[in-house]
T-cell receptor, first 113, second 112 residues
């Protein structure tokens, strides 16, 4: 099992550009989560999906953020347009069900200049 | 608002010591509790998962206990090693919140 796979590992972009982060959950896991981690706020849940359906997106900071899960093996988190305050590490996690143990990916370190 | 507090916030010990990390929470209706470690610049690695019906879990030199009535979980690390240096996070799932709620973390440094 390759675990939760995220790409890219690092992303540096200019303010105003569109950024797309990608995640492949563990096969068979029904729940997928997007988190953001910063020094100031720690880990924040942005959105989670259950069986490819978005369940709770109350953590998405604003309309510039959007997430999709077109199938059980792929999810994207898009920021358009990006701003310097979006700089953070973005983690994807998956679990067999939303109430059970989570497995995290290695994260994408986003820097917006 | 759910509070998850980890004490101490930082800990520095010499190699070989046994140590205890504490996690306290205000919601006694938690469903399960998970301990993670995070190395600098890395993702979260799951260490132990204590399910609702369980009181403790063990893996190698690690032992985690859960006391829902008192709102506490402890992570015991035996014979600490420099490789144990990392930030340790507790997180619980509560049906009321329908998400994993993370603690503030304990930053551990084990010196050779």
């Amino acid at each position: 099992d390759a675990g939760v796979i995220q790409s890219p590992r690092h992303e540096v972009t200019e303010m105003g550009q569109e950024v797309t982060l990608r995640c492949k959950p563990i096969s068979g896991h029904n729940s997928l989560f997007w988190y953001r981690q910063t020094m100031m706020r720690g880990l924040e849940l942005l959105i989670y999906f259950n069986n490819n359906v978005p369940i709770d997106d109350s953590g998405m900071p604003e309309d510039r953020f959007s997430a999709k899960m077109p199938n059980a093996s792929f999810s994207t988190l898009k920021i358009q347009p990006s701003e310097p305050r979006d700089s953070a590490v973005y983690f994807c996690a998956s679990s067999p069900q939303e109430s059970y143990g989570y497995t995290f990916g290695s994260g994408t370190r986003l820097t917006v200049v | 608002k759910q509070e998850v507090t980890q004490i101490p916030a930082a800990l520095s010990v010499p190699e070989g010591e046994n140590l205890v990390l504490n996690c306290s929470f205000t919601d006694s209706a938690i469903y399960n509790l998970q301990w993670f470690r995070q190395d600098p610049g890395k993702g979260l690695t799951s260490l132990l998962l204590i399910q609702s019906s369980q009181r403790e879990q063990t893996s190698g030199r690690l032992n985690a206990s859960l006391d829902k009535s008192s709102g506490r979980s402890t992570l015991y690390i035996a014979a600490s090693q420099p490789g144990d240096s990392a930030t340790y996070l507790c997180a619980f799932y509560s049906p009321g919140f329908q998400k994993l709620v993370f603690g503030t973390g304990t930053r551990l440094l084990v010196s050779p």
